[in-house]
């Protein structure tokens, strides 16, 4: 058996955290990177002869869809369909109650999970039954636990999968919450999970895992994006992830970068096949007109201009080092960071965002990386301030 579990596609998803000079080579490339990522699922699924297709939540960005994307995703499981492969699909966070608007029919290989959980199942080409058991969103959260409503695996099936859009979490949580327990006291073959755009697995022995989003949509979901190829080994299902996104977001850490050229140099040595967005973050840098170049924007202009095409740096970060004299003439760095420390430990970023900022966006503040993040810019403003009253 073999098949392909791919959760996140979030077709029509536009890009966040780039500027307007982003080159149109580019833009063109950003435009139609979740589809180009999509079609190549379509493309592996056909040449490796899958059984199936599983589309864990999230397939669109949105519940609205432009009639362009319903176009190309009916078009693309046309080509599912010529080729006798069914696709198993239900609606997540994102994409609820997609097709209660106004939708084109879907192919006839095309099942759609409903609102409560039901169990699917197929013959497939070996002869062996397989059971594919899941549920779709029909609201944007859904925190009542879902889980429950699973069944214990049926005996009269050679594999049952699970398909759940949902995060670890306690009643109460807003996507479907689950533990890994709950899903493992199911007894079932695999767990095909969506929401979570990170790649991750949470269990081996029967494998319980994010495959991640296609297509990394911002800064913070760096790395190679994709899908997971499913077989059977000896009666084990085993997943191989296939990286098919073609942009790739990047971060990484330049240590005593002595000035422009010295940064240009090494800037030039980051490289992708693909198109590579580069966040460059530079630390244990004291050159005071260096760092003044850094802060006001010029030194990531010239580095633009330096790059491949291929090659695009969204943000330059300037990671202060508060050892250094030039701080400590300013603030007592012992002063410093515990304050940092007490203003971050009672300061909730979603009380001053307003209400039309989306939930998933609410939750990245609420994470260590967001809450990173934000102390890190607290920091950028503080240095910024500082060197503006020195002018």
Do not use: C
């Not at 244990?284 to 633009?304: A, K, M, N, V």
């Amino acid at each position: 058996m073999k098949f392909i579990h791919a959760g996140d596609i979030h077709l029509g998803n536009p890009f966040s955290g780039l500027d307007g000079q982003l080159p149109e080579m580019l833009k063109e490339t950003v435009h139609k990177a979740t589809i180009t990522a999509f079609i190549k699922l379509i493309d592996a699924a056909i040449s490796e002869s899958v059984d199936f297709v599983l589309f864990p939540g999230d397939l669109y960005n949105a519940a609205e869809n432009s009639a362009q994307i319903q176009s190309i995703v009916n078009q693309q499981f046309n080509r599912l369909l010529e080729a006798k492969i069914p696709v198993y699909l239900s609606f997540g966070n994102h994409d609820f109650e997609a097709d209660r608007r106004q939708h084109l029919p879907w192919p006839v290989n095309v099942v759609v999970l409903p609102q409560q959980v039901v169990t699917q199942s197929l013959t497939i080409k070996s002869g062996k039954r397989v059971a594919i058991t899941g549920f779709s969103y029909q609201t944007q959260q859904q925190a009542t636990r879902i889980i429950d409503d699973f069944p214990q695996k049926n005996r009269q099936f050679d594999y049952q999968i699970g398909m759940y859009h949902g995060s670890v979490g306690t009643e109460g949580s807003s996507y479907a919450p689950f533990s890994v327990g709950d899903l493992l006291s199911k007894n079932y073959d695999y767990w095909a999970l969506g929401h979570i755009h990170k790649r991750q697995t949470l269990n081996q022995r029967p494998f319980v895992g994010y495959s991640g989003n296609l297509q990394g949509l911002n800064l913070t979901e760096t790395g190679p994006k994709g899908y997971y190829l499913v077989s059977d080994d000896t009666g084990r299902l085993v997943p191989t992830f296939v990286a098919v996104a073609p942009v790739v977001w990047h971060e990484v850490t330049f240590d005593h970068v002595a000035d422009e050229l010295d940064l240009i140099q090494r800037a030039k040595t980051l490289s992708d096949d693909e198109v590579g967005f580069w966040t460059i973050n530079i630390s244990q840098t004291s050159d005071p007109e260096f760092i003044s170049r850094i802060t006001h924007g010029f030194t990531l202009e010239g580095l633009r201009a330096n790059m491949a095409s291929n090659v695009w740096i969204v943000r330059l970060n300037l990671i202060m080092d508060y050892q250094s004299a030039q701080i400590n003439d300013v603030i007592d760095q012992q002063f410093w960071e515990n304050s940092l420390t007490q203003l971050m430990s009672s300061f909730e970023v979603n009380d001053y965002l307003p209400n039309q900022v989306p939930f998933f966006v609410r939750d990245y503040f609420t994470t260590s990386a967001g809450k990173h993040l934000l102390r890190q810019r607290m920091t950028e403003l503080i240095s910024e301030r500082r060197h503006l009253h020195e002018d």
